[in-house]
């Protein structure tokens, strides 16, 4: 059996759960619209030709100009329902920093106690770990904290975001980014994501592929389909 030296982890539903609804619920609570609208703006297209959340994975929004942007959305997404006095106008200009933060970040779940227990034993076996995410820098900061325990036992994370990538999943440039840190050779690494489209493009690179369900199944895949051992 091949030898796998090197496995890389999507991160957002395949190591740690998120809900995208909390984010709309939040911010619709606070604008009094339907979590729907909320969707609209984040989803609609600007004129730079990409939504909101594409520009910003890409690092293309720094966080400050994102808050200004989707305070000004909601207020044009009140007008446009309620006219220029609707319900909600005033809480959304008077949304502070810490608060739309705090909506902003709450989207991610607590990890499965078996994540943090798996990536160590991989680690003392002598794998090479890393990330490969589509992540904005406001949600790459908060994970770097909220998960510091599990995310410093990573070698690295590759995120859409950062300077030398702008790129994201399943495009070419990001996954070329990360497989170049780890000095592995393609044979010999695994990549593990939720999201079939992006377990397939790393097929012409060589490298292997795991569609992720559970923490369990993946970790059976490792074990089972290309004789990667987590010890006791």
Same mark, same amino acid.
């Given at each position: 059996?091949?030898? $796998?030296?090197? =496995?890389?982890?999507?991160?957002?539903?395949?190591?740690?759960?998120?809900?995208?609804?909390?984010?709309?619920?939040?911010?619709?609570?606070? !604008?009094?619209? !339907?979590?729907?609208?909320?969707?609209? $703006? +984040?989803?609609?297209?600007?004129?730079?030709?990409?939504?909101?959340?594409?520009?910003?994975? @890409?690092? +293309? =929004?720094?966080?400050?100009?994102?808050?200004?942007?989707?305070?000004?959305?909601? =207020?044009?997404?009140?007008?446009?329902?309620?006219?220029? @006095?609707?319900?909600?106008?005033?809480?959304?200009?008077?949304?502070?920093?810490?608060?739309?933060?705090?909506?902003?970040?709450?989207?991610?779940?607590?990890?499965?106690?078996?994540?943090?227990?798996?990536?160590?034993?991989?680690?003392?076996?002598?794998?090479?770990?890393?990330?490969?995410?589509?992540?904005?820098?406001?949600?790459?900061?908060?994970?770097?904290? @909220?998960?510091?325990?599990?995310?410093?036992?990573?070698?690295?994370?590759?995120?859409?975001?950062?300077?030398?990538?702008?790129? @994201?999943?399943?495009?070419?440039?990001?996954?070329?980014?990360?497989? /170049?840190?780890?000095?592995?050779?393609?044979?010999?690494?695994?990549?593990?994501?939720?999201?079939?489209?992006?377990?397939?493009?790393?097929?012409?690179?060589?490298?292997?592929? =795991?569609? !992720?369900?559970?923490? /369990?199944?993946?970790? !059976?895949?490792?074990?089972?389909?290309?004789?990667?051992?987590?010890?006791?």
């Amino acid at each position: 059996m091949l030898e $796998i030296r090197a =496995i890389l982890f999507d991160f957002g539903k395949t190591l740690i759960d998120y809900n995208l609804e909390l984010i709309a619920r939040g911010l619709a609570q606070v !604008a009094r619209i !339907a979590p729907e609208d909320v969707f609209y $703006i +984040l989803a609609r297209d600007e004129k730079r030709g990409r939504t909101l959340m594409d520009l910003h994975e @890409r690092g +293309l =929004i720094v966080d400050e100009n994102l808050k200004t942007e989707v305070k000004c959305a909601l =207020i044009e997404r009140v007008i446009a329902l309620r006219g220029k @006095r609707g319900i909600g106008i005033g809480a959304i200009d008077g949304l502070s920093d810490e608060k739309f933060w705090e909506i902003w970040n709450e989207m991610f779940g607590p990890r499965d106690p078996l994540c943090e227990t798996y990536i160590k034993r991989l680690r003392d076996a002598g794998y090479y770990l890393g990330i490969i995410s589509n992540i904005n820098p406001a949600h790459k900061a908060f994970v770097l904290k @909220r998960f510091k325990l599990l995310l410093d036992l990573l070698h690295d994370f590759t995120a859409s975001c950062d300077p030398d990538v702008q790129s @994201r999943k399943p495009e070419a440039k990001i996954f070329r980014v990360a497989f /170049s840190k780890s000095g592995v050779p393609p044979e010999q690494t695994i990549f593990v994501d939720d999201m079939p489209e992006n377990v397939k493009a790393v097929q012409p690179f060589g490298v292997h592929g =795991i569609v !992720a369900k559970t923490m /369990s199944q993946i970790f !059976a895949d490792l074990k089972y389909k290309y004789g990667v051992g987590v010890g006791a």
